[in-house]
């Protein structure tokens, strides 16, 4: 029988589990702590005043302009919304597939996936000309005919998509935190603390009837959510897809975002926890090397993904006789923009392909360095399908550059700023790993225990 | 109106000679009855105050304070209403259409007129409770007809504009005669000084062309009166009358009949563009080429590339130097086919041949020789514009009087008795000026509306001259660069704020009346020689006898010009009819040939052609010669062939880029002569190797905010009034300048964009070149049971002279965001016209299209909105709803054409007082972060239904003209109803082989159809593999 390795290390017993993972909680945070989030906090207020000025002084601040009407704020979009598909993808998909290494990426990975969909929700909402008349895109009944939404355009498919998938998988994390937060509860000597998780745990005592009712809403939560891992990209590529603007009217979009948005959201997963890893050393026992290895595998894969969707692209621009199609991609290969075609090309296609080696795949150092590279590949991917498409379309009286700004830069660099304070805040605040989930699987891969136990 | 500018209007009541506030009341005052006088007394005709008073018989007392408050409350009422309404009470008449009186909400159109020195249109001006707020050409006027150029529709926003003198001023200067100081003055302490000034002797006038026979009158009455001087000179002056003096003795700028020529030759003349009447020329070009069985062709001999260069059938670049070779050459390619003397062969002998030597195709220089040959008497061979004005100038222009004499033009499509004889500005007239300044003769300078300070070169002497006149006084609107050195600024009114007469050509008399009561304490010119004349008791009785320019005006009318055009009507229908047609007078149509008196033989060149490079300076179409630098609509109007907005450069074409190492925007530094300019760098395809063209009427210091720091006075390259043919050389500096263009890229990439035809293309088949698509539908469309819009756009007569584009930013209320934002594609323009440059790249010929919303049945833009702000109309019109607009942008990016234009910022907000007044009160102004595009006009189809339906008749085709429609001089635009089958644009669509719709196979389904353009050049397009790229 083929050998297991253990998904946790270091002999833990069942109580060094729930030591382990609650004391980032419960100590002072460390310096390094600190540093980064007031970092990250100066850049979420830098943000903060970024987006109070475009709105008071108007979109026109960003490059966005004519030919290319959208521009940094859609792509940060589309970059945050697909950095959040991994986390639903570990923690659904992988669960309903009995994938056990799962259990101890998949509440920060989920963690991650909703902070990245607020990230991204806020694109939407301040990239309009009016920002105060958003709700304007939401069908509730009113007193103008009643007026409705334009239920055609699948700008209002996302705003219905982005919006299910931010609820959804908010509750599935929420519940999923339910009997760790009962932990820390329990744990907790001081009375507000213990007022606080005791309200946060919803009065959860861990009898077996609850936890017959939680793995049941658990599984119909992973049931529910795992058909928006699919749908939530698919639908933001109809935002591009649907139109008929050569270069994004494109049957493939569905398919090749989801499997992009896996792609980054995994690099994501990977950069978080070599820095997790590092913050806190007794993670390490629980994230191990061999979770990371596996996540570099699916990175791998859905690098080669999205590199045949490339491919594809252009074989069906040429395939299909349209020349404004074919012009649109000779000019994203050798174009005014053929840098950043060429810089998306090598991050997501070429520098995966390093993981076909055990050792690389195996090295923190480089999968965080790959990582880096992936997610600067995939918010190029979205800048190549936005802009390159838009800025020489039909007309050539019409051809234009973006106009990259200040304040391009300001919101792009910002929207990391709040990402990263409310994720360190949450490290901080709750159980980065799933106790509940963790101590089961143990004994996986353990000699002196029976085999099958967890199967 | 403020409070205090009701006390400026009754301190000039209670003067005693009351001219220039009264100027716009009426009728009891041209009677001067004691009731009159009395009123003059108080402010307020109307005031009950008076009325109290004579019962009380005491003139301070007698208001209760309860009376007070009322009627305070009431004056506060009155004055804010007079301030919304500024109508002139004088009589001007209405164009035909019009109710009795003002209606609020109802708009009047008044017949005007414009001239800008060279151009004279008929207008009518559009006027909304008492405010101009869109000037169009007047369709039955004899000259322009619908065409209003962009100057003409632009300088609506000139009386708007806020850096407009407000009051008469006096400068100040230090010893050596610069501008200390400037002061306001009152109009009597300007006056009482400038009549003492002008006691003493020694007046001259200087002025531009003068077309106004009443302007010309109180000019000449001033003249008897003060023993003056009247010297004529414009910057863009060129040698034409002169020329035509000496070839037939008559100083008169010739009416051109492009319509009846089958072949123009255009050696450098500008017509299309900045050259002579171009309105009217746009019309008649369009005409001559209207039935493509029958087009004239157009040969263009272009030394920059020239609107009229980009509108030839064939076009040859040449240097300036070589104009003169070409028409001697095309003599000599036809001598022995006309009979000349001998003397004339003997002398173009020398030119046989000289194609070579141009570098141009000899097969091609003769066979324009034989063109002009087998079109004899049909056929027009024009020079002009300061393009011409090289050192033989005059030689050029006498060869080319030459030219259509034997080619019995004259008198046929060249017609001297429909020409202007008032366009009789020189060089010379300036420098015999200039001399007399020097010699101590001028104790008092007049200028009116000229500006040598800016656009006469140094080497004249102009500005030395000036500190020996004791007394300089300018009549002008702004404080400009010649009026900060005038002593006294006579403030004038703005054209719209004036009375006057125009004729623009010989027995064709046009009439300008004021749409508005003068904004401020300004006078006009004439009332000021009116005032000084009668002040100094001086002159012929009527400069003396009229209180206002209105009644001079009225007068001269009524005692002189009516008995030339009258035909015996009685005076009062006579000038009713006049004010409301426009004009009067008729048009000559043909002449008889004229006695050539010129000597060809002795004509010689003494103009070099052996610099490395000459400089070429040109007028742009927007700009001219800056005058109007200021108005941000002109600034902001694309080179009607560069496309490059906000700036003037130097072209050179791209083999000289190329061997200097020139990119686009690097700056050049050009030296002519001891003079030097840094300009960047314009890579212009076609023009000639050994060319650099700069645009004049830019680099303006004192014309306003606006045109501050906006490109380099070229004028200062210019040397004793020669713009053309000297030598220039140039170096980079190394610095960089980014020019501005709204056109993205300059070639069609192979796609059925703009389709063009040759003449042998289109005998063949009159679809030629047009690649229909098979395109179907799985639903079955919009049902359109009422109206349908739509709209023709005809290429082949489109000349790109871009008036559609200001008339649409004049109806439309779009805004101007200024070279910074241009450049980061934020134009706002609703129309604009692309234009493609086609074949080889050294030699390359341009094509035009006008593009606004396509009005698309399938419109892209509707089905992705998510709040359906922009819906489909039951008429087809595909409607935007700027309140419900969010601002996505989607449908921006959805749209083939990209023709929506997205309000990035409050631009309304930034809207200067009180240039808000322009703003058509018809059309919503958008607030910011809504998309905005072409509506069709919207506003015009309501106003035209309503109309019909008041009148309880169907409507008919022709009642709604969209703005660029009614401002376009060609018909090229076209707009109706295409449920009508009898209408023009239903024809189009049905019947037109030559129309298609842009982007086809997109299945947009767009309502605007385009006509092949048509090249008549005699080749045949080659057969491109596999349908259109």
């Not at chain 1, 000597?189 to 009837?209: C, D, M, P, V």
């Not at chain 2, 400038?194 to 001033?222: H, M, R, W, Y």
């Not at chain 2, 004229?594 to 742009?620: I, N, W």
Request: proline share 4%; glycine share 8%; with cysteine.
């Amino acid at each position: 029988m083929l050998k297991r390795n253990p998904l946790v290390l270091g002999n833990k017993t069942l109580k060094d589990v729930s030591d382990d993972i609650c004391a980032p909680i419960e100590r002072i945070p460390s310096k390094e702590w600190m540093g980064l989030f007031l970092g990250a906090k100066g850049l979420f207020i830098f943000y903060i005043l970024t987006i109070a000025m475009v709105i008071s002084t108007g979109i026109g601040l960003l490059g966005v302009n004519h030919p290319v009407a959208w521009g940094t704020m859609i792509i940060t979009f589309v970059f945050w919304v697909g950095i959040g598909h991994a986390g639903t993808l570990i923690s659904a998909i992988l669960f309903l597939f009995r994938q056990k290494w799962r259990t101890s990426v998949a509440r920060s990975a989920e963690a991650m996936t909703v902070f990245a969909v607020a990230t991204a929700g806020i694109f939407p909402l301040i990239h309009t000309g009016r920002p105060w008349l958003d709700f304007w895109l939401f069908p509730y009944p009113n007193q103008r005919g009643p007026l409705w939404v334009n239920f055609r355009s699948p700008l209002l498919w996302d705003v219905f998509a982005v919006s299910t998938y931010a609820t959804v998988s908010s509750v599935f994390w929420i519940v999923g935190m339910i009997p760790d937060l009962a932990t820390v509860r329990d744990r907790a000597k001081n009375a507000i603390r213990k007022k606080i998780y005791g309200a946060l745990s919803f009065g959860w005592r861990g009898t077996a009837k609850q936890w017959s009712h939680f793995e049941m809403i658990y599984l119909v939560l992973a049931g529910l959510s795992t058909p928006l891992v699919l749908s939530v990209h698919t639908i933001v590529s109809f935002d591009f897809a649907v139109s008929q603007l050569p270069g994004w009217h494109t049957t493939i979009f569905p398919p090749y975002f989801v499997a992009g948005a896996i792609f980054s959201g995994f690099a994501m997963v990977i950069t978080l926890m070599t820095l997790v890893r590092i913050g806190f050393p007794e993670f390490k026992n629980y994230i191990t090397i061999d979770h990371m290895e596996v996540m570099n595998k699916i990175i791998m894969m859905t690098g080669l993904m999205v590199g045949y969707a490339y491919g594809a692209e252009f074989l069906i621009a040429w395939y299909s006789g349209n020349d404004y199609e074919r012009y649109v991609f000779m000019n994203r290969a050798m174009g005014p923009y053929a840098w950043s075609y060429w810089i998306m090309v090598s991050c997501n296609v070429l520098v995966p392909q390093l993981f076909w080696f055990k050792k690389i795949r195996r090295s923190i150092p480089i999968m965080f360095v790959v990582s880096i590279f992936v997610n600067i590949g995939m918010w190029f991917e979205r800048f190549v399908i936005t802009v390159t498409s838009l800025h020489r379309d039909f007309l050539p009286s019409n051809w234009g550059q973006y106009a990259w700004s200040i304040y391009d830069t300001a919101i792009l660099v910002g929207s990391f700023g709040m990402f990263f304070t409310i994720f360190l805040l949450y490290l901080r605040v709750l159980p980065a790993i799933s106790i509940a989930e963790v101590k089961p699987v143990l004994n996986v891969g353990k000699e002196d225990e029976h085999h099958g136990k967890g199967h | 109106m403020s409070n205090t500018e009701n006390k400026i209007q009754s301190d000039n009541e209670n003067r005693k000679i009351e001219r220039d506030s009264t100027y716009w009341r009426s009728f009891e005052e041209l009677n001067n009855t004691p009731e009159f006088q009395k009123s003059l007394q108080t402010e307020f005709m109307s005031s009950p105050l008076r009325e109290e008073s004579k019962d009380e018989g005491s003139e301070t007392d007698g208001v209760a304070r309860r009376d007070f408050l009322k009627l305070m409350g009431a004056s506060i009422a009155l004055t804010s209403a007079a301030g919304c309404i500024r109508r002139p009470v004088q009589k001007i008449v209405p164009y035909n259409k019009q109710p009795e009186e003002v209606t609020v909400g109802v708009s009047n159109w008044y017949t005007s007129s414009y001239f800008d020195g060279q151009e004279g249109l008929g207008l009518l001006v559009k006027s909304r409770e008492g405010r101009p707020v869109h000037i169009s050409g007047n369709p039955k006027f004899p000259l322009n007809g619908n065409g209003a150029s962009v100057k003409a529709q632009a300088s609506l926003l000139g009386l708007y504009e806020p850096n407009r003198l407000q009051k008469p001023f006096r400068n100040l200067f230090n010893e050596k005669r610069t501008n200390k100081e400037t002061v306001g003055v009152s109009w009597e302490e300007l006056d009482t000084k400038v009549v003492e000034s002008l006691q003493k002797g020694g007046v001259a006038i200087l002025s531009g062309n003068i077309s106004s026979p009443s302007t010309k009158a109180v000019i000449g009455d001033f003249k008897a009166g003060f023993n003056a001087d009247h010297y004529v000179w414009e910057p863009l002056a060129d040698d034409v009358v002169e020329a035509q003096a000496s070839s037939y003795g008559e100083a008169v700028m010739p009416g051109f009949r492009y319509d009846k020529a089958q072949m123009i030759v255009s050696i450098d003349a500008d017509f299309l563009g900045t050259w002579g009447p171009t309105m009217t020329n746009n019309k008649r070009f369009a005409d001559g080429r209207r039935n493509i069985d029958k087009m004239s062709r157009l040969v263009s001999f272009d030394s920059t590339y020239s609107l009229t260069g980009a509108n030839a059938d064939i076009r040859f670049r040449i240097k300036p130097s070589q104009q003169f070779d070409v028409v001697m050459g095309l003599i000599s390619e036809i001598v022995g086919k006309v009979s000349v003397s001998d003397a004339v062969k003997t002398a173009v002998a020398p030119y046989n041949g000289i194609a070579d030597k141009l570098g141009i195709s000899a097969e091609a220089f003769k066979k324009v020789a034989a063109d002009l040959v087998k079109n004899q008497g049909e056929s027009i061979v024009v020079a002009g514009g300061i393009q011409t004005k090289t050192k033989d100038s005059m030689a050029l222009q006498v060869a080319v009087n030459y030219l259509n004499s034997i080619l019995g033009n004259d008198g046929k499509t060249v017609v001297a008795g429909a020409g202007n004889k008032n366009l009789t500005a020189s060089f010379a007239q300036i420098k015999n000026l200039i001399a007399k300044m020097n010699a101590g003769d001028v104790k008092t300078l007049i200028i009116y509306r000229s500006n040598p300070f800016y656009s006469l070169s140094a080497d004249l002497g102009f500005a030395e001259a000036l500190k020996k006149v004791p007394t300089v006084v300018y009549s002008n609107d702004k404080m400009d660069e010649t009026a900060v050195n005038a002593h006294y600024v006579a403030t004038d009114n703005h054209a719209l704020e004036t009375w006057g007469d125009s004729e623009f050509a010989t027995g064709v008399y046009g009439i300008h009346q004021p749409l508005i009561r003068t904004m401020y304490d300004t006078r006009s010119f004439q009332l000021s020689l009116m005032t000084w004349a009668y002040m100094a008791k001086v002159g012929p009785k009527r400069i003396q006898e009229f209180e206002t320019y209105y009644d001079y005006v009225r007068n001269l009318w009524k005692t002189e010009m009516a008995a030339k055009v009258a035909g015996g009507k009685d005076f009062e229908s006579f000038w009713n009819g006049f004010l409301q047609e426009g004009f009067v007078g008729e048009l000559a149509t043909t002449g008889s040939a004229r006695t050539f008196k010129g000597d060809v033989s002795s004509l010689k060149k003494s103009q070099s052609s052996d610099a490395t490079f000459e400089l070429a300076l040109y007028p742009t179409v927007n700009i001219g010669d800056g005058t109007l630098a200021n108005i941000g609509w002109l600034q902001e109007l694309p080179d009607v062939v560069t496309k490059i907005v906000w700036d003037n450069y130097a072209c050179v074409s791209i083999k000289t880029a190329e061997a200097n190492k020139l990119r686009e925007g690097d700056v050049i530094e050009l030296t002519v002569g001891g003079n030097k300019l840094s300009l960047p760098t314009h890579i212009q395809p076609g023009l000639h190797d050994q060319v650099v063209a700069v645009a004049v009427g830019y680099g303006r210091t004192h014309a306003g905010d606006v045109a501050k720091g906006i490109g380099q006075n070229a004028f200062t390259l210019a040397q004793g009034g020669l713009y053309a043919g000297l030598p220039v050389e140039f170096k980079k500096t190394g610095q960089k300048i980014e020019l501005v263009t709204t056109q993205g890229h300059d070639s069609m990439e192979g796609r059925q964009i703009v389709v063009t035809a040759t003449n042998k293309d289109i005998q063949k088949s009159k679809d030629a070149n047009i690649h229909r698509h098979h395109t179907w539908n799985i639903w079955s469309g919009h049902q359109y049971n009422g109206h349908k819009w739509g709209m023709a756009i005809d290429l082949n007569t489109c000349t790109g002279c871009s008036a559609c584009m200001t008339a649409c930013q004049s109806e439309n209320n779009t805004a101007v965001v200024g070279k910074k934002y241009v450049m980061q594609g934020r134009e706002m323009h609703w129309i604009r016209i692309d234009r493609y440059y086609t074949g080889d790249v050294e030699n390359a010929s341009a094509v035009f299209q006008p593009l606004m919303c396509q009005h698309c049945d399938n419109a892209p833009c509707e089905t992705v909105c998510p709040v359906v702000a922009t819906v489909h109309s039951s008429e087809g019109l595909n409607e935007q709803i700027y309140n419900r607009c969010v601002g996505t942008r989607y449908c921006s990016n959805n749209c083939p054409y990209k023709v929506r234009r997205f309000n990035w910022f409050n631009y309304a907000k930034l809207i200067e007082k009180p240039m808000h007044m322009a703003l058509n009160p018809e059309v919503l102004v958008r607030a910011r972060g809504v998309m905005e595009k072409c509506t069709f006009c919207v506003q015009r189809i309501k106003e035209g239904k309503n109309k019909a339906k008041i009148e309880e008749r169907p409507l008919k085709d022709g009642d709604i003209k969209t703005a660029c429609e009614a401002a376009c001089p060609t018909q090229t635009i076209v707009f109706g109803d295409l449920n009508d089958e009898n209408s023009r644009v239903a024809k189009v669509f049905k019947a037109e082989p030559r129309a298609y719709e842009l982007l086809e196979e997109w299945y947009a389904k767009p309502s605007v159809r385009y006509q092949t353009k048509i090249k008549n050049n005699d080749q045949v397009t080659p057969k491109k593999g596999g349908g259109h790229a």
